[in-house]
């Protein structure tokens, strides 16, 4: 075992024995908050940082995730704990079905029909009364002291952060990864040595979509009570691309890092400066990154260190 | 139901739109041809000019066309600095479109919430002394503000498309569009070329938003939604067609006023974006180019 990996687990353990300190239940929701940011930008680098392809609506799936596990919860008295892996497959599925005819398409064009979709999907559930429209879905709240719930959800989370990232680095260095690495820096030098990449952007599509429609599936019953400006919120799709771009997309620290540091920097904004100037911030951040350092803060750093 | 006069008046209403969706969308066509910048801040930088003409009009009686006559010398020199200290740091890099609309959607962010804290989220309408009056032509209502907002977009267009062809800056932006490196070498100046482009871009984004604004209310966040009919123009149209833009314009505009008369307000925003994903998927590179 590598040095990395038992700063891996030793992180993990620490992480998870938190809650048994009984911290204040504020910090449990901003590190829930943190986790929940972490597996949506290790899953958006997926198919956004591995393979090249900008998804601009990854909130998408996030939202069918909470709104899945809430149908079923309100519906069929399915607990979300146990719906968030319909969530999940749903979230894949719906990625089955427009990435196969929306892989196709390159560079912007990709980008464009992603944020269009996510726009669609939140039209859609805003206008559709069986999924409570534009009133949004009530959920019944757990039955339990706040501290206990936030420590299950946060124990949760924890370990979907766990297996994402460990699914993430996995990619990363297996022949699957490769090929997604070689379709981003050529495709069609990629499809002439014979991979299949077609299949292969799909199977990322479906696996980035799969982690943020478990975590939405849990989240619905976090905040529980889901509207479409909540679990749709464009803002959040944005907010994933930066996190990843800002960290790095194209290995699995740089999402966690960016994930893990924004919402800190996030936090912080929130308690000194209003909301807007809060993301006038963060705008200037977007822009800093994409000129001062275009492949992340770990290539940026690693490569001043190698200097 | 079917009443034909219903269906005339939608088609009038529909076209009047179009050619003001035709002028926003134009220079972003623009800026997204010539220099494969995606200047998702574009549908922003109208908002700002509708901004200038709506407190231009509020306080001091200023008509929304004469209020651009300082907001597009503004845009335009807003643009060239935006070009020169942001744009071209990034143009070296490996795939300049997809760090264009990171960017730029930087910059939108940031353009959105400045709007907001001086301006607050209240949705502003523009209303001039002649916005209640219309022309009559049987049964068919023509609002004088739109009217107006049209003349002013066939205006621009007609601007946008002279300038390009008749002189000699234009034409010089035309060739980059072609053949950079060829363009090169005759002896034209890339980054100068660019900037202009990019600033022309950023006024017709100015007269296209105070167009705009004589149809539609406005706030900070409304730049969102107009940023898709921006692209329902670009890739209707084909990016980079001046001409292509200007029909995508009308046909978007003809499509949105006849659903106006046949389906519920809330489902044209998703049959539009249908329309774009369809298009997208079976004709990427517009409709009107081979």
Redesign the interface.
Known sequence: MGKKSSFFLIGLALLAIFPLIRPPAYFLSFLFKMFLFIILAESWTLIGGFA?Y?SFGHVAFFGIGAYTSSVLFQHFSLSPFIGALPAGGVAALVALIIGY??L??K???F???TL??A??VD??V??WAFLGGSEGIHLKLVQMDIQSSRSIFYEIFLGLVAVTLLYVRRVQHSKFGMGLASIREDEEVAQTLTINTAAVKIKAFIMSAFFPGVAGGIYAYYISYIHPDIVFD?NIS?LI??MA?FGGGKSWAGPLLGAALLTVVNELLSLFV?P??A??I??????G???FM?DGMVAFFSRRRRA | MFNTAVVIQSIVSGLLMGGIFALFGVGFSLTWGVMKVINIAHAAFGILAAYIAYWGLVLYGVDPILSLIVSLPVLFFAGLLIHRFLIQPITRSKDIVVASMILTFGLAIILENLMLVAWTSDERLITTSYSSKAIFIGEIIIRVSSLLAFCVSILGIAAIYLFLHKTRTGKAVRATWQDPEGAALQGIKLTRVSMIAFGLALASAGAGGVAMAYMYSFNPPAHNLWLIYLFLVVIVGGVGSIIGSALAGLIIGLITGLSGAFFPQQWINVLLFGLLIVILLIKPEGLFKS
């Not at chain 1, 963060?282 to 822009?287: D, E, L, N, R, W």
């Open positions: 090249g900008l005819p929306c196709r398409l560079g912007p064009y980008a464009v029909i269009c979709f726009f669609v039209l859609i805003k206008n464009i944005i691309v930066l771009v209003r807007e100037i993301r006038v963060y705008g200037a951040m977007f822009m990154v994409i000129i275009p």
